[in-house]
């Protein structure tokens, strides 16, 4: 079993930046794929960003490139989000979540932060 506790959400201004973490329970948590995905109100759930296990490989949704930056660090069993340049649209909860070795979707998902950016 793996929890994972996501922290950092907030308001901020069009422009501005924030950071997420998302603290991970378990040993082998250097052995997940980690993502962030995010969910507007009224809209269905969309891929943000991912990272392999190693760190080595990242992933962005085209709304984020260049703006947002998904790091880990396996020592602190945490996986961040750095969101820069933010957007009104960027406004969401937003979710960590961990992908088991050898499996097709994500199998662990945070509780959420909430990401509001005002004009």
């Known amino acids: 079993q793996v929890q994972l506790v996501e922290s950092g959400g907030g308001l901020v201004q069009a422009g501005g930046s924030l950071r997420l973490s998302c603290a991970a329970s378990?040993?082998?948590?250097?052995?997940?794929?980690m993502g962030w995905f995010r969910q507007a109100p009224g809209k269905s759930r969309e891929f943000v960003a991912d990272?392999?296990?190693?760190?080595?490989?990242?992933t962005y949704a085209d709304s984020v490139k260049g703006r947002f930056t998904i790091s880990r660090d396996n020592a602190k069993n945490t996986v961040y989000l750095q969101m820069n340049s933010l957007k009104p649209e960027d406004t969401a909860d937003y979710y960590c979540?961990?992908?088991?070795?050898?499996?097709?979707?994500?199998?662990?998902w945070g509780q959420g932060t909430q990401v509001t950016v005002s004009s």
């Open positions: 990272i392999s296990a190693s760190g080595r490989i990242t």
């Open positions: 979540a961990a992908r088991l070795p050898f499996t097709s979707g994500y199998n662990y």
């Open positions: 378990g040993r082998t948590f250097s052995g997940y794929r």
